[in-house]
Every structure is written in structure tokens, then in C-alpha cells.
């Protein structure tokens, strides 16, 4: 007779879940029996490794991701990455094993009290199964939970004892279930939208992650040249939706309130796609829209349509969306805007390296697919202005900035993107939130080159603290870190280069190894 166990594990296979982010305990050991040969474990040694790497995995797949933590304190340690997981739409199947089920009451070591409350508000949705029976059901409504418009993690706990339970009669069926959504503006709702199109004097796009992450990244490029309109990134950009050398590119709007409409006063029409309305850091109080300008906002989120505070929002698919909507615009007689000029070269200096001299020597020397992961909060400027970026999938930022997201996720992306070449950028800070991803980095042979910068500081609260006139604040600098040492114990190969030339044979060797290598850089302190 089938089990719950054996029921799982072809609903997981059918699902196409065959890889597991986990760290194991007790509870979790009867799942993880007979684990079948064509699925995959990778263990993280740290629950905000594990999501991290999930996440990242599930990023650059687009796809749910089964994710397996140890109860309660293997969920508490996952919260900070479940916060990134949260805002980037990340379909993560999170599950936690339960003491059994007889022993939850009296509280035994390592039962979950109230394990459904405990991840939110970071998920979508949060079930324990009332009986055995009811597992493979549960899990199979969690994949399509996690999966449909807005995706998001979801959480299911599973006492250990409900995996040998036998099943009877029609259980077996959920395997074959299945859900697909279509979310295609009526004829009437894309007609207007074409209206408000063709008739805008000046039209401006703003663009946000939910681009890249349906691919629907030429799609933006066609509407941008059919339009002539300039192409802003949303602020507080977590992937890259638009090629950064674009004629229309102008750069990543300013995460406040007055910084936005400064940029985008002068024009009339502002379509966001795939983005919040907006996602502000600075408080810098103002008008939310330049004076005269309309808002219209596309995006799979009702909770982002929601939540704006000004515009008009159409929810749906986007990529649908601007497929049917790009037929019905006219070629516009405006002229494309000039290209943003290019940074000049940065001076070379001595001493620290600037971080600018670091990303140019990355614009001349990576390949030009590859996948950015960066976690440095203090050079997002520099980055964008200086890296060149032209493929959908090409950059990960933590999307609610937790940091600890860089490390794993570079891991989880170069595990499901082997082709291509991930290069983590992440500062001496961020670093340290997650270190342990290094480990899995190493035992699974994942070739990400990591590299660190290195000011000894948190460069962005400097910054933010003279914005908030506390610089005397404490606990903002963090000397005496080696992470060559830290690499090494970890079992990764890593090089200091203290000078652009050493930087850059390093990186070249890097890049042409087959194994992760790490690149410590001390560097010098800009502003973001
Ligand atoms: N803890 C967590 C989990 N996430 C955070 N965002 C912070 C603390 C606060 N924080 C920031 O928002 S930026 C930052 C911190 C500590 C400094 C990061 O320093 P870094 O990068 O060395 O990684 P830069 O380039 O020096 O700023
Ligand atoms: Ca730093």
C-alpha cells in the first residue's frame, strides 16, 4: 500500500521539486529516509544558507523549490532570508519536520507549538495537516500556492510520525493534480492602456524586477524603441529587467519619495511594470508624482497594486499583457533618447582600490552572460553605472536588502545555471551573515568566484548616518575580518590582491577555474 512517504516523493518528482535545501534534525529524518536516487540534497549549514541558496535557485530557474528545515529553531534561524524570499516572489516550498504527533501537546524537545503562526507574516501560507492523510495533499496545495500570481514561500509543517502512515483509496490522485493561471487583460482594458499610450507626449517606462523574472525583457526593450521613451529601473532594483546600455536606459531611480518625481517631472505618462509604486528607502517627503503626470502600473501582485498610493493599476500576466498590447501601439516620430554617457575610467590609485576600478576590470574581463549576484550596499551606484549587463537573469540584490542573501543565493544560482558564470560582489559586512554558504560551496564544487570588498566598514550606514546626523553612532565598522583564512577553513582556495594588476590576474584565473575561489579586495569607501 502506498504511504505518505512514497505518495510525496512522485508528487515532488512529478512537480519537478528534485532538489532539497536542507539542514536535518530529528524530526526531518523519517522524510529524508530512502531518498530517492534522481532527486538531490544540498545541505546548507545554516537555515538562512539554506533559503539563500534556495532562493537564488529558484530565481534563476523560475521554478518552486523545496526547501526542508529543522522545526521551530531551523525556521527562527531562516526568518531574515525568508524576508528576501518574500519580496522577490519566491515560490519556496518550505518544510519543517514536527515532533509526532502524540508528543506536540506536552511540548517534547522540538516540537513546534503553533507552527503554522511562526513564519508569518513571511509567507504566503502556513499549514500543518490535520491528519496523516492529509499530507500529500497539503503539499501538493503548497506547490500551487507558492507558484500562482504573486508567488511567494509557503510554509508546511509535518509531524514525523505521519510518514510510514499507509493510504487508502483516491489519495494517490493528488499527484496528478494540477493548476495553471491566465491573467490576460479583456480587449477593453488593453485598448485603453493603448490609448493612454499612443496619445502621452511624453511617455516614460519604469521597469522592475518582475520583468526579469518573465522573461519579459525584450518585450520592454520593443515597447521602449515603439514609444521612444526613456527607461528607468524601479528604485531599490533587485534584478536587472532592461540591457544597461540601451539608448533609452537612464539608470535606477532614487529610492524616496522627492527623488522619484524629480527624475520623472516633465513627463506625462508614467507606466510602471512589474514593480511596486515604489519601494522607497530615504525618507524624503514630497510629491509622489511629478506635477501633470498620470500613473499607470501593470503588475502580477494585487498586493502591489493594492498598496500604491497614487496611479491606476491593471493586474495580470505581464509578459501576456505587453505581447497583446505591443500590436496595438504606434510607432512613435519622437527620437530615441542619447545613450547615458559613460562613466570615465577610474584613476587608478595607490593604495586601496576604488570599487569603481574593481567593476570596470569586471566590464572588461567577465563574459558577457554573466549572472551578478551583489550584496554591497555602499557601491549599487558605481555597479550599475560601470557593469554592463544584457541578458535576462543577469543580477540578484537581496529584494527586502536582509543582508545574508549574496553568498547562498550565488551558490543556488551557479547550481541552476552551470553555463553561465556567477560572480558574487559582496562587502566585508554582508559577508559575514551567512559565511557558512562557502562550505557548500566548496563540497558541491559550485565555480562561483567570490569577491570581496573590503573597507573594514559598513560603507552605507557611514553614508546613512551623516544623512541622519548620527555619525557618533557605535558598531559601524568591522576591522580585524580575514576572509582568505575564513575561505581556506571553509575549504575554498582564496587570493588577497591588494593592486588592479594582481586583482585581475586573480580574477582571470578565477574565472577560468572550475571551482568556487574567493578574491579578497581592500578597497576604499564611496557612497551609494
Ligand atoms: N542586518 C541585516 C540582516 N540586514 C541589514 N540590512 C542590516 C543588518 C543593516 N545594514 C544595511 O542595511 S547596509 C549594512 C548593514 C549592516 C552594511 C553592509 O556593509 P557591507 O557593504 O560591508 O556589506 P558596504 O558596501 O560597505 O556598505
Ligand atoms: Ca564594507
Known amino acids: ?123 504566503k501560507w502556513s499549514y500543518e495537516p490535520a491528519c496523516a492523510e492529509d499530507v500529500p495533499r497539503t503539499l501538493s496545495q503548497a506547490i500551487h500556492m507558492a507558484n500562482l ?48 499610450l499612443n496619445q502621452a507626449h511624453s511617455p516614460v517606462l519604469v521597469l522592475g524586477p518582475e520583468v526579469d523574472a518573465v522573461r519579459a525583457n525584450s518585450l520592454a526593450v520593443e515597447l521602449s524603441e515603439r514609444l521612444c521613451m526613456p527607461v528607468w529601473v524601479a528604485p531599490s532594483a533587485s534584478r536587472c529587467p532592461f540591457p544597461t546600455r540601451h539608448a533609452c536606459f537612464r539608470g535606477v531611480l532614487p529610492a524616496a519619495i522627492s527623488g522619484i518625481s524629480d527624475k520623472l517631472d516633465g513627463h506625462d505618462l508614467i507606466l510602471v511594470i512589474g514593480a511596486p509604486v515604489f519601494r522607497y528607502h530615504q525618507y524624503a517627503p514630497g510629491r509622489y508624482l511629478p506635477q501633470g503626470a498620470k500613473l499607470l502600473h501593470l503588475t502580477g501582485d494585487v498586493q502591489e497594486a493594492a498598496r500604491a498610493p497614487v496611479g491606476d493599476a491593471l493586474v495580470g500576466d505581464i509578459h501576456a499583457t505587453l505581447e497583446a498590447l505591443l500590436p496595438l501601439l504606434a510607432q512613435s516620430d519622437r527620437v530615441l533618447p542619447n545613450p547615458l554617457p559613460l562613466p570615465p575610467p577610474q584613476a587608478v590609485s595607490s593604495g586601496r582600490l576604488a570599487p569603481e576600478s574593481v567593476f570596470d576590470s569586471l566590464n ?33 540584490f537581496p529584494a527586502a536588502g536582509g543582508l545574508g542573501f549574496g553568498l547562498p543565493a550565488a551558490v543556488g544560482v551557479q547550481l541552476a545555471q552551470p553555463d553561465r558564470q556567477v560572480i558574487a560582489v559582496i562587502g566585508d559586512g554582508s559577508a559575514n551573515y551567512a559565511i ?35 555619525e557618533d553612532a557605535p558598531g559601524l565598522d568591522v576591522p580585524g575580518l580575514d576572509f582568505c583564512e575564513l575561505a581556506r577553513g571553509y575549504g575554498v582556495e582564496a587570493v588577497r590582491t591588494e593592486t588592479l594588476e594582481s586583482f585581475e590576474d586573480a580574477l582571470c584565473r578565477a574565472l577560468d577555474a572550475s571551482r568556487p575561489i574567493l578574491l579578497e579586495v581592500p578597497t576604499t569607501t564611496i557612497e551609494p
Request: aromatic residues 10%; charged residues 15%; without cysteine.
Open 149 to 196: 500570481p504573486a508567488r511567494g514561500p509557503v510554509y508546511v509543517s509535518i509531524p514525523y510520525d505521519d510518514w510510514d502512515h499507509e493510504v487508502e483509496g483516491d489519495a494517490a490522485q493528488v499527484v496528478q493534480h494540477d493548476v495553471s493561471y491566465a491573467g490576460l487583460p479583456s480587449a477593453a482594458q488593453l485598448e485603453a492602456l493603448a490609448e493612454n
Open 1 to 123: 500500500m502506498p504511504t505518505v512517504h512514497s505518495i510525496t516523493y512522485q508528487l515532488l518528482r512529478r512537480q519537478g521539486l528534485n532538489t532539497v535545501f536542507g539542514n536535518p534534525g530529528s524530526n526531518e529524518l523519517p522524510f529524508l529516509k530512502r531518498f530517492p536516487e534522481d532527486f538531490r540534497y544540498v545541505l546548507g549549514l545554516h537555515e538562512g544558507v539554506v533559503v539563500g541558496m534556495a532562493d537564488g535557485y529558484s530565481l534563476a530557474t523560475g521554478q518552486p523549490v523545496l526547501v526542508n528545515l529543522h522545526a521551530a529553531a531551523g525556521t527562527g534561524n531562516a526568518m531574515g532570508a525568508l524576508t528576501n524570499a518574500w519580496y522577490s516572489h519566491s515560490p519556496l516550498v518550505i518544510t519543517a519536520g514536527q515532533q509526532a504527533r502524540s508528543m506536540i501537546g506536552v511540548e517534547a524537545m522540538l516540537a513546534n507549538v503553533d507552527a503554522s503562526t511562526l513564519p508569518r507574516p513571511l509567507v
Open 364 to 396: 572588461a574581463l567577465a563574459p558577457e552572460d554573466a549572472i551578478y549576484v551583489k550584496e554591497s550596499t555602499s557601491t549599487v551606484t558605481a555597479f550599475w553605472q560601470r557593469v554592463e549587463m544584457r541578458h535576462p537573469g543577469s543580477y540578484f
Open 436 to 470: 557558512s554558504a562557502l562550505w557548500s560551496a566548496a563540497q558541491y564544487n559550485v565555480p562561483v568566484v567570490f569577491i570581496i570588498l573590503k573597507n573594514d566598514t559598513y560603507g552605507a550606514l557611514r553614508w546613512f548616518s551623516r544623512l541622519l546626523d548620527a
